[in-house]
């Protein structure tokens, strides 16, 4: 493959839910043309395998499969739904461990649970070498402070839809895990631009999370798949580069992360 012919991978997308039932096709076909070739889709619960695994196996050369629990998932039941994860884990492979992690956006419940539901998965993404796919919404710090705990060489991994500063940025990083920048970048005021202004590019991955957090100039809209070139111009602008490095170096670092899983695709054919 060379440097002309990496084409862009969407790190982070829940092609398989509801807004995308009726017209799945024609929006991977938009994604394929913009040359995003390559779909992970984090699964939530217990509720959302199923449709995950039926939109794999139907376009398994492009879109691929995680297992984890969500936090906004993590109720008093949580056990019962980790109890299906380990389930799905022993029996097949998926490209990772996610989505999981800590979010305070709606309260804090079950944050008790939140933490020890992270640190359950956090052991299994190391039994079964899998890279994590963290959600950290309004609970950032807690959250490197957890992985600060239990990192170790078999422990890596994604900050998924990273919105802090420079610091939480330099002890992800400093971690050996990887920022996914998503839409956010591209909002006026985010203030990604002067967090990722040290790090970098190495460090960073592309993602979506279709279908919410649309980029300008679709905010507010269904996000989709093909707004990954979108992303990757603003930080192209970000870091005064060219577009077509962007999606070199984070298609390679995507291969980094989740290489067992995307080398056996088509990415490098």
Same mark, same amino acid.
């Given at each position: ?32 043309? #913009?040359?995003?070739? !390559? ?24 879109? $691929? ?12 039941? %949580?056990?019962?739904?980790? &109890? ?9 492979? %998926? ?8 979010? $305070?956006?709606?309260? !804090?419940?079950?944050? =008790?649970?939140?933490?020890?539901? %992270? ?5 299994? =993404? @190391?039994? &079964? ?21 239990? /990192?170790? #060489? *078999?422990?890596?991994?994604? +900050? ?8 939480? =940025?330099?002890?992800?990083? /400093?971690?050996?895990? +990887? ?9 006026? *005021?985010?203030? $990604?631009?002067? =967090? ?51 999606? #070199? ?8 992360? +989740?290489? @067992?899983?995307? $080398? ?6």
């Amino acid at each position: 493959m060379t440097d002309n012919t990496y084409p862009f991978v969407d790190t982070h997308a829940h092609i398989y839910l509801e807004p995308f039932q009726k017209d799945l096709s024609d929006t991977l076909e938009r994604a394929f043309s #913009e040359e995003v070739t !390559q779909i992970i889709m984090p699964n939530i619960d217990h509720t959302t395998i199923e449709a995950m695994l039926a939109v794999e196996a139907k376009y398994s050369a492009h879109c $691929l499969a995680t297992m984890g629990l969500h936090p906004c998932s993590v109720k008093k039941d %949580f056990e019962r739904e980790l &109890y299906i994860v380990e389930e799905w884990l022993s029996k097949r492979s %998926f490209t990772a461990l996610g989505e999981m992690g800590t979010d $305070l956006y709606w309260d !804090q419940t079950f944050l =008790a649970q939140q933490k020890e539901a %992270f640190t359950i998965q956090a052991a299994w =993404a @190391k039994k &079964y070498q899998l890279p994590l796919i963290i959600h950290c919404r309004d609970s950032i710090d807690l959250t490197i402070d957890l992985v600060e705990t239990l /990192k170790d #060489e *078999n422990l890596n991994g994604v +900050f998924h839809c990273f919105t802090g500063d420079a610091i939480q =940025a330099e002890r992800i990083t /400093k971690l050996g895990f +990887f920022l996914g920048i998503g839409g956010i970048v591209t909002f006026k *005021n985010a203030g $990604l631009a002067q =967090a990722l202004t040290d790090i970098p590019l190495e460090h960073i991955i592309l993602e979506t999370d279709s279908p919410y957090l649309a980029p300008t100039p679709y905010r507010g809209k269904r996000n989709e798949s093909s707004y990954i070139p979108l992303i990757a111009q603003k930080v192209a602008d970000i870091y005064q580069i060219d577009v077509a490095k962007v999606r #070199e170096q984070t298609t390679k670092n995507a291969l980094k992360l +989740f290489g @067992k899983a995307i $080398l056996s695709s088509n990415l490098t054919s």
